[in-house]
């Protein structure tokens, strides 16, 4: 069973940063395609970002693309979403999900199947 779960949410005054952690199971990390997504109040789920299991290519949507990076830790089977310039309307709950190799480059969140809990992110002054 793919187990994740997210950290690094909280409170940033607009143009501040913030580091996400998603942790994966440890046995299925090297195999999946993992995304982060959000959810703001009242919205759907929203793509930001997918890394490959393979090579750690990195595909972006443009919700935040130029202030969001996403990266991979194989040695701590962990995923990051450094996010930095953070504008009020991005809060939202953010959510890590894994998905078969095939969905890299895709963030339709229908094509991912295991998904964390999400962490809380408050942008406001």
């Known amino acids: 069973q793919v187990q994740l779960v997210e950290s690094g949410g909280g ?3 607009p143009g501040g940063s913030l580091r996400l952690s998603c942790v994966v199971s440890r046995y299925t ?34 919700s935040m693309k130029g202030r969001s990076t996403i990266s991979r ?28 190799p095939g969905v890299f480059g895709h963030l339709g969140a229908n094509l991912y199947d295991h998904w964390g809990q999400g962490t809380q992110v408050t942008v406001s002054s």
């Open 73 to 100: 830790d194989n040695a701590k089977s962990t995923v990051y979403l450094q996010m930095g310039s953070l504008k009020p309307d991005d809060t939202a709950v953010y959510y890590c999900a894994a998905g078969a």
């Open 29 to 62: 990390f090297n195999y999946y395609t993992i995304g982060w997504f959000r959810q703001a109040p009242g919205k759907g789920r929203e793509g930001i970002a997918c890394i490959s299991n393979d090579d750690g290519s990195t595909y972006y949507a443009n």
């Open 11 to 13: 409170s940033v005054q």
